[in-house]
């Protein structure tokens, strides 16, 4: 690959949070025919790259990794759990489907979780139909506890019918002190399913699209929260819809360009902000001896510029809300926005992989000035591979 301009020394950067071998899933000669194999083979610091198929649900630990579907590739998966991830750690999840009893499940992460053009959709476990109703939830499509650094870009979350319990599962569903950051995605609330209670069958509750508890907090940007509708049931037991969201227990949450519908008090308001925060999107996973392009959105007469980072950690001030790069992050190429809201750098060019190191993973994010003050984009990860994967 060509040198690296001088305008784009910012990829010459020290060590990568990510910097690591690659391995590849897929059924053909050579490659790992499970997911779950190759997070148990990978070292800290490593790539999974997953080719087309459907693969079976797996879990992550306390490694440093990156889960991404091939270019191209649609990649179907079952639940996906992430369980101990310490506050040093990364997992990067780029263009899975989740289908399964659960979409994304996490806990006990003090490490950084994010996702991005996903799909997190619980189905129902263990039946919809003609079970006992009872207290509780249906799964939900991301469901996260304890976890003080989650950030969903461009995702989908929808959750699963009830099974045993009368009310359908939240779209999003965050609990004891968890940080969680939402940018151009869905949450949708589970439809469907009915259950016995006594002598009677009834629709199940429709799930709200968030429930927001136990301390938590939540930037949702440009994001739809939405309730499902109950079952509706020829008996006419149907069932109630659900709410758009609901915060409790001492939590918090900010919005912006996010219409909301919340429940009334005991229910807490979110803090409701003007304006769009930028929208970065681009390039997600680049091979070796190409380039990488951006675009971000933005006001007109705005000035923006690219920042590439190593790490990202979540900033809830006055002026900035969702997750900014930190470890001397550095900026390059900077951009005035002229007429149509939009800026874009159509041909970055990336740094050469060595031979020890074939993949490696890094931060962008797009800074935008303008009369209102600073403004943060989502933080984007890229993922960069040698040309023989």
């Known amino acids: 690959m060509r040198a690296v301009l001088a305008s784009l020394v910012l990829f010459s950067l020290g060590p990568l949070s990510f910097a690591g071998q690659v391995l590849v899933v897929g059924p053909g000669s050579g490659q790992i025919p499970s997911i779950q194999t190759a997070v148990t083979l990978a070292q ?34 079952g639940g996906i759990g992430i369980t101990g991830l310490s506050s040093d750690k990364y997992v990067v999840l780029s263009r899975l489907i989740s289908l399964d009893s659960y979409g994304l499940y996490a806990r006990n992460c003090s490490g950084k979780i994010l996702a991005q053009d996903c799909s997190f959709h619980a189905g129902s476990f263990p039946s919809s139909f003609d079970v006992n109703c009872g207290p509780g939830l249906g799964p939900s499509g991301v469901d996260v506890a304890s976890c003080s650094a989650v950030a969903l870009t461009r995702c989908q979350a929808q959750g699963g019918w009830a099974s045993a319990a009368l009310k359908n599962g939240c779209g999003l569903l965050i609990d004891s002190a968890s940080r969680v950051v939402v940018h151009s995605s869905t949450a949708i609330g589970g439809t469907g399913g009915s259950c016995i209670l006594g002598f009677f069958q009834f629709g199940h ?42 915060a409790t227990g001492g939590s918090s949450w900010v919005v912006r360009d996010t219409p909301v519908s919340f429940s009334p008090p005991p229910g807490i308001a979110p803090l409701v902000l003007t304006g769009r925060t930028p929208a970065l999107t681009g390039s997600t ?83 935008v000035s303008s009369t209102s003050g600073p403004q943060l984009s989502n933080v984007q990860a890229v993922v960069l591979v040698d040309a023989a994967f």
Request: charged letters at 10%; aromatic letters at 8%.
């Open 285 to 367: 996973l680049v091979r070796d001896n190409a380039t990488a392009t951006f675009t971000t959105t933005a006001p007109d007469g705005s000035h923006v510029y690219l920042a590439c980072g190593t790490d990202a950690t979540f900033a809830y001030t006055t002026t900035v809300y969702g997750v900014r790069l930190v470890g001397s992050p550095r900026r390059f190429q900077e951009r005035t926005v002229t007429t149509g809201g939009q800026v874009s750098w159509p041909s970055l060019t990336l740094p050469n992989l060595s031979s020890s190191n074939p993949g490696m993973v890094f931060f962008v994010q797009a800074v």
């Open 44 to 77: 800290d610091g490593d790539i999974v790259l997953v080719k087309s198929g459907s693969y079976a649900s797996f879990s992550l630990g306390d490694k440093s990794l990156a889960v991404v579907a091939d270019t191209g590739a649609v990649v179907q998966v």
């Open 205 to 246: 509750d429709g799930g709200d699209g968030l429930q927001l508890l136990g301390g938590s907090s939540l930037y949702a940007s440009s994001t739809l929260l939405s309730g499902a509708d109950g079952t509706v049931m020829s008996n006419d037991n149907n069932g109630f819809p659900g709410t758009g969201s609901s």
